[in-house]
């Protein structure tokens, strides 16, 4: 069975700061894809990025960066000089052909002003 | 624009008056899901679709009903709703195949009383 934990319930942080947010998973699968998405306040579920199971480089996308360790089985996140803007609620997903999602509890950050 | 529209965002209702949530999506895609979220659990698969007439149990189906009469529509429903589906939906769409992400729409808060 596929399973996704993000043990961090809920993070404070104060803007500027970085901050990371972990994802472990389990799955037998070979092949698998591995997900963030964030729902700010407002409630609905954006797209941050997917990695395969076979590409274990790390990605920066602006103020966000990845870290995909297949031998801890870990998909970090970070957030590097956090804003307000950065609020919301993070899920870490797993899938291996789209028909079903896996999903960890998320976890809730707080960008303090 | 491209988008799953979910209607209505709000409902309340009491126990055991059959309800209808609908779904659209105007993506051409094949798979469509439900998935519901509650505090702590992160978001868990109802049902799914690979395409028109097929679809499948995911997680917690118990207490639902779907059908995929078209493509872009997957309705959700509730024949005998309880308080404890009392729940925030989403509805899902992707186009299939590995690793392809998943487009939610807005979300349908869900109390039943």
């Known amino acids: 069975a596929q399973k996704v934990t993000q043990a961090q319930t809920e993070i404070s942080v104060v803007e500027k700061e970085d901050v990371t947010l972990d994802c472990v998973y389990e799955?037998?699968?070979?092949?698998?894809?591995l997900f963030w998405y964030k729902q700010p306040p407002s409630g609905e579920l954006v797209f941050l990025i997917r990695?395969?199971?076979?590409?274990?480089q790390n990605e920066i996308s602006g103020r966000y960066s990845w870290n995909f360790q297949k031998s801890t089985s870990s998909f970090n996140f970070t957030i590097t000089a956090s804003q307000v803007v950065d609020s919301a609620v993070y899920f870490c997903a797993l899938t291996y052909y789209g028909q079903n999602f896996v999903f960890g509890p998320g976890t809730r950050l707080s960008v303090l002003p | 624009e491209a988008q799953v529209t979910q209607n209505p965002r709000y409902l309340i209702t009491v126990t055991g008056k059959k309800l209808t949530v609908t779904c659209s999506q105007n993506m051409n895609h094949e798979y469509m899901s439900w998935y519901r979220q509650d505090p702590g659990l992160g978001l868990r698969q109802i049902y799914y679709?690979?395409?028109?007439?097929?679809?499948d149990k995911g997680d917690v189906p118990e207490g639902y009903k779907v059908s995929r009469k078209e493509k872009r529509n997957f309705p959700l429903i509730l024949e005998s709703p309880s308080p404890n589906q009392t729940s925030l939906y989403f509805c899902a769409s992707n186009q299939g195949g590995l690793g392809t992400e998943a487009f939610f729409g807005q979300g349908t808060r869900l109390t039943v009383v």
């Open positions: 679709s690979m395409n028109v007439e097929v679809t």
């Open positions: 990695r395969n199971s076979f590409d274990e």
């Open positions: 799955t037998r699968d070979t092949t698998y894809y």
